[in-house]
């Protein structure tokens, strides 16, 4: 299939790219080098340093044989996106190409403003380009499973039934984020339901939670081809996070109480997800929306398992509640559907000691790269 990948240097894009092309697949790839930039502005620079994408994409081609199409450029540009689609009519578009960050969106004006202009932008420009030259194309979204925030009720997969004065109808599941990040997700997913339920195109839209991990299949062969590794408290995600203050000593940084709960996945699972909405796209006129997470853990849960994992290499973690730089529940009910995916054949990666010591085994190795000055947490939701 041609499978164009927006916002192919991230975390998710590049690994995801490789993964694509290493079946064969022709993947396209574009990239802006937002996340790279504000990475340098912030200092918040990953643990790994990683080399540009044309560069990557060199390796990757001269160790695999494999190639990826790159170009550096920038989605929220319509003459940009509407060449990429009408050069290259992809079948199928796998859309990262967007301001990751909860805290960054915390910031200030300046920060809350570019993500939501980048990332509306990147939704509304992709669905303009898909109506105009390829309308049967599936858009493969990534959403958060944070667009459903921490509510007293189970949540569905997307969808819910509401019975009300004795009618009743099937409506988007109510969504209340926790940052301004996770709301511009919120917002694409209405961007979407929009132009699907009006002009019929086919979306995907995946609910992820937090994801974890350092290498994939395609990586192992060459360390710059590892994903870009975060660890600050802009990028990095919880779980890697702890891996790394694992291995610096620094204790574990749980935010308040540690109850909160979300829904975890690996890495090499954010891939096979990808993969099997791909090879089972959604209907014309259908937007599936599916929750993309393996196990749910609360803060304080991970903290437990790191350091149960860290004693198998000998490493002596400790763990630290520190106040909670976020306005979020600490303590919450938390249940949420995730079938959808399992249905379609996901085989879960869970974490377990020796998942946790392999990776901590890989920090290891770079230990000397981290700088325990990115951890503790800059941003506050004031
Ligand atoms: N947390 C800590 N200590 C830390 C870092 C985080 O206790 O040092 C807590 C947070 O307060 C939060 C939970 O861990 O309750 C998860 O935080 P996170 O930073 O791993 O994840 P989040 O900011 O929600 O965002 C990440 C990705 C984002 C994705 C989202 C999925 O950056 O792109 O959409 O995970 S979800 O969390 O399900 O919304």
Redesign the pocket.
Known sequence: MRILILGGDGYLGWPTAMSFAAKGHDVFVIDNYLRRNIAQQTQSEALIPTPNLHNRAAIFQSISNYQIRVEIGDVTDFRTMSRIFEDFQPEAVVHYAEQ????YSMIGFDEAKLTLNNNLNATFNLIMAVLEYVPDCHIIK??????YGTPNIDIEEGWIDIEHKGRSDKFLFPRQA??L??TT?VLDTDLLWFYVRTFGIRVTDL?????YGLSTNESVQDDRLLPNFHYD?I?????N??LV?AVAKVP?????Q?G?V??YLNLKDTLQCIELAINNPAKKGQLRILNQ?TETFS?NE?ASRVQKAGLLLGLDVSVKQIE???K?SEDHYYNPAHSGLIDLGLEPNYMNDAVLAQMLEKVIQYKEQIDTGK?M?RVRWK
């Open positions: 990751p960050s909860a805290p990534l959403g958060t499973m944070g667009e926790g940052s990040y996770h997700k609910m992820q939670g937090p994801v408290d990028f990095g995600t919880v779980v996070r702890f203050q574990l940084t749980v935010y308040g540690g909160q979300r829904g997470f803060v991970l909670n730089p976020r979020e951890i947490p």
